[in-house]
């Protein structure tokens, strides 16, 4: 899979280091713990997983615009990695609600356009949540990749 080209499914893996409350949009403010979190989206637009890269340069200050949910998030946290899959077919629902089955739901979050409980999960662990997410795109019946920070250099062009 090539991050820059391909379209598909991602799951973003995040640290928020210090509780917080945050304003996000119409849900208002949300309150949330330190620890980890999964937030699941679509790469099947024009730009494919070209989308992970506009995150990064949310979460790193480079963009300022302030689009959807997980923008309002990103700057408050540390990125760990990313779980990509290529496809074309319409799963991102699926990987969602896979691990919401083993993970605390952020309700609401990331859903605006869907019936799910949440786009966005919490565990206080990283391994347990990137094992979680991975058989979420597998059990999504997706071949998914690890993307860690060497693989994704956050640019100015994205």
């Known amino acids: 899979m090539n991050p820059s080209y391909d379209k598909g499914i991602y799951t973003l893996i995040l640290q928020l280091h210090e509780s917080t409350s945050q304003e996000v ?7 949330l713990k330190s620890g980890y979190y999964a937030y699941t ?13 506009r995150h990064l340069n949310v979460l790193c200050g480079r963009n300022m615009t302030r689009k959807w949910h997980i923008d309002h998030l990103l700057p408050l946290t540390s990125f760990r990695c990313a779980v990509a899959s290529s ?25 605006t356009d869907c019936s799910c409980i949440s786009h966005l999960h919490f565990a206080s662990g990283c ?32």
């Open 25 to 31: 949009g119409r849900l208002g403010i949300l309150h």
């Open 41 to 53: 989206g679509s790469a099947r637009g024009s730009g494919g997983f070209k989308r992970i890269y």
């Open 87 to 111: 496809t074309d077919q319409d799963l991102e629902c699926a990987v969602a609600r896979g691990i919401g089955l083993a993970c605390e739901p952020v309700l609401g979050f990331g859903c």
């Open 127 to 158: 391994e347990d949540l990137l094992d979680t997410a991975m058989q979420a795109h597998l059990g999504a019946g997706l071949s998914p990749e690890r993307l860690g920070p060497s693989r994704l250099a956050v640019t100015d062009t994205v």
